[in-house]
């Protein structure tokens, strides 16, 4: 009989650590899956500015254009760090202060959105990028960012 008790117990923890497992999937899977593309991208690069790496990866599309953005910021910003943490940090600072705007946001297709990002500084200085989404298994994942030049290009 108590053999047959212990067994129950046993199965009852199998069972509820099988239960505690699909909830933390289903709740890391589903963080991010309320974003818009905009917050999406204003979460991406505050996480990278803030050196979480993880984070940054997870909005980030399984793309080599990305792995490569990731590691050369990452680079740059842990070379820096060495060099001079304390200005690094006070930079980091001046930019999550900064205005994160976008504009000309468009869907492109199913699943997939472009826009111009930019950053700019209280003191005025500001970078613009463009920033391009794909909706993957409903989370929006940013695949690509390059140099605004001139803007969007044209739709034809």
């Not at 999937?25 to 690069?45: I, M, Q, R």
């Not at 994160?100 to 003191?123: A, P, Y």
């Amino acid at each position: 009989m108590r053999k047959f008790i212990l067994n129950i117990f046993i199965l009852l923890g199998i069972a509820g650590l099988g239960v505690l497992a699909a909830w933390i999937v289903k709740n890391s899977c589903a963080k991010h899956s309320g974003l818009s593309p905009e917050d999406t991208v204003k979460s991406f690069y505050t996480s990278l500015l803030s050196g979480e790496w993880d984070k940054a990866r997870s909005l980030c599309a399984d793309t080599d254009d990305m792995e490569s953005y990731c590691h050369t910021f990452r680079q740059f910003w842990e070379k820096s760090m060495k060099k001079d943490s304390a200005l690094l940090a006070t930079a980091a600072g001046v930019l999550e202060e900064s205005d994160m705007s976008l504009s000309d946001g468009r869907h492109e297709g199913k699943g997939t959105f472009s826009t111009l990002f930019t950053i700019t500084t209280d003191s005025g200085a500001s970078k613009t990028r463009i920033v391009q989404l794909k909706k993957e298994d409903g989370i929006w994942l940013v695949t690509m960012i390059q140099d605004a030049g001139q803007g969007l290009p044209v739709r034809n």
